[in-house]
Nanobody
């Protein structure tokens, strides 16, 4: 079973930046699709960004131009660079490998106004 461990969350002021990391046990190269999801208080969990092994990406409309997803297969790590953060980005962020059914434990991101 693939294990995913997130890090990099925290408290930041609006307009600030954070970079989330997701360390993957085993070979990330064998996982075609990986992504970041988030769940805000009282809301459903939804997709933030996904990336394939070939580097194709897809983003939630509200984060386009502000967030960048990337993966380093040599380091078995996926990243989410978050710039120009807004209070509405506040949520628990999860690293996900949907094709193998694995989720990380989540990392809290809080953006103050």
């Amino acid at each position: 079973q693939v294990q995913l461990v997130e890090s990099g969350g925290g408290l930041v002021q609006a307009g600030g930046s954070l970079r989330l990391s997701c360390a993957v046990s085993g070979s990330i190269f064998s996982i075609n699709v990986m992504g970041w999801y988030r769940q805000a208080p009282g809301k459903q969990r939804d997709m933030v960004a996904v990336i394939t092994n070939s580097g194709s990406t897809n983003y939630k409309e509200s984060v386009k131009g502000r967030f960048t997803i990337s993966r380093d297969n040599a380091k078995n790590t996926m990243y989410l660079q978050m710039n120009s953060l807004r209070p509405e980005d506040t949520a628990v962020y999860y690293c996900v490998a949907p094709t193998v059914g694995s989720w990380g434990q989540g990392t809290q991101v809080t953006v103050s106004s």
